[in-house]
C-alpha cells in the first residue's frame, strides 16, 4: 500500500487484542496452490537477507532476481526482451518484473488481463528491540506469492484464451511509480487491456465476513459480482473503509484506471482491525497464515480462469 502522500495514507491505529490469526481452509476448496509454496516466497522475500526491498537498494536486486528465477522455473516466458522493465525512480534505477502466458486462442489472445502486486517495501523503519528491518511479509510479499503461484497454475495449465501478464512492481511504496510506468509503457504499445487485478496484503483472513477479501473500487465496475458469480461463492465482498480511505486510489491498479480506463481493481485481506503492523518492523513471514493464503488463491484461479474464457468480455465500467 502506498505511503508516499501522508495526507493520502490515514490509518486508524487498531488495538492488538483485534489481531487473530485463525486459519479459514475450508475442507471443500480444491487446492491448486499449497501453502508452503507460499510460504517459501514469503519467507525469502520478507528474509533480513533483503533489507527490507527498498526501491533501488542490493536487497530488492535479490528479489528482482529470485521472481526472475522462479518465472523461469514455471516456463513463464518475459513480456519484453527481459523480465525486467526498467526505469527511474526517483533518480534512482528501478525495475518491474514481468512474465506473459500468450493466450491459446487465436483472437482473443490479443486481449490481455493483468496480474499484479509490488514486491518492493520500505527497507528500514522505527527499531524496536534492536531490529529497524521493515520486512514486508503482508505488504507486499503475501501479494507477489499469490501472482507467482498463479503465473505457475497458469503457465503448467494454458487453458487460458486470453493472455494473463503477471507483473511485479518496484516503487510502489515510493508513490506507485512502477505501475505507472508500466501502464504508459503498455498504453503506448497500444496493448488491448482487458482486466487488471492487484494483489494488496492477502497474508491474514478477515473475521466476521460474509466473503474472503474485499474488493477496491467496488462499485465502479461489475467485476467482483463477475467473479463471484463464475465461482458460484461470496469471493469478493465490500468493505467500507476500503472506501473511506479511498484505497482504490493508493494501490497499484490505479495507474492503470488511468491509463485504460478499464476495470482495474485491488484485492486485499487487510481490514485495519486484523493486523497491527503496517509499514512495521514486525511485518514478519512468521506471522502469515499461510493456509488460508492458499485457500484464498485456490478459490480465485477458477475465477481468474473463467474472465479469461468468455467468449466476450463481460467484465465492464458501470455507468
Known amino acids: 500500500m502506498n505511503n508516499d502522500d501522508p495526507s493520502q495514507n490515514i490509518i486508524p491505529e487498531p488495538s492488538k487484542n483485534d489481531v487473530i490469526m485463525t486459519s479459514t481452509t475450508e475442507t471443500n476448496t480444491k487446492m491448486l496452490v499449497s501453502a508452503s509454496e507460499l510460504k517459501d516466497i514469503v519467507t525469502y522475500l520478507a528474509s533480513d537477507e533483503l533489507q527490507g526491498r527498498n526501491t533501488g537498494t542490493e536487497g530488492i536486486d535479490k528479489a528482482a532476481t529470485y521472481i ?50 509490488h514486491y518492493d517495501h520500505i527497507g528500514f523503519g522505527k527499531k524496536v528491540e534492536g531490529d529497524s528491518i521493515a520486512n514486508g511479509a503482508n505488504d507486499d510479499a503475501t501479494g507477489t506469492a499469490a501472482v507467482l503461484a498463479m503465473a505457475k497454475y497458469f503457465a503448467a495449465k494454458k487453458n487460458n484464451k486470453r493472455s494473463i501478464l503477471f507483473t511485479l512492481y518496484s516503487g510502489e511504496e515510493m508513490g506507485l511509480l512502477g505501475s505507472k510506468h508500466l501502464a504508459q509503457r503498455l498504453k503506448d504499445l497500444n496493448v488491448d487491456l482487458y482486466t487488471m487485478i492487484n494483489f494488496e496484503m492477502i497474508g491474514v483472513p478477515m473475521v466476521g465476513k460474509e466473503y474472503d477479501a474485499y474488493f477496491t473500487g467496488f462499485d465502479l465496475s461489475n467485476m467482483a459480482p463477475k467473479l463471484n458469480e463464475y465461482v458460484d461463492h461470496s469471493l469478493l465482498g465490500l468493505l467500507p473503509q476500503a472506501k473511506e480511505y479511498q484505497l482504490f486510489y493508493r494501490s497499484d491498479n490505479y495507474p492503470f484506471f488511468k491509463a485504460f480506463n478499464k476495470p482495474c481493481h485491488a484485492i486485499s485481506t487487510f481490514d485495519f482491525t486484523n493486523y497491527d503492523y503496517y509499514h512495521h518492523v514486525d511485518d514478519e513471514a512468521d506471522k502469515m497464515d499461510y493456509e488460508f493464503m492458499a485457500t484464498l488463491v485456490s478459490k480465485m484461479i477458477p475465477a481468474f480462469e473463467a474472465m479469461s474464457n468468455t467468449d466476450t468480455k463481460e467484465i465492464k465500467m458501470n455507468e
Do not use: C, M, Q, W
Open 68 to 117: 526472475e528465477n522462479k518465472l523461469k522455473s514455471y516456463n513463464v516466458k518475459p513480456y519484453f526482451e527481459t523480465y525486467r522493465d526498467n526505469y527511474l525512480a526517483k533518480g534512482k534505477d528501478a525495475f518491474n518484473v514481468i512474465g506473459f502466458v500468450e493466450g491459446n486462442d487465436p483472437e482473443l489472445k490479443k486481449e490481455v488481463i493483468i496480474l499484479g502486486a
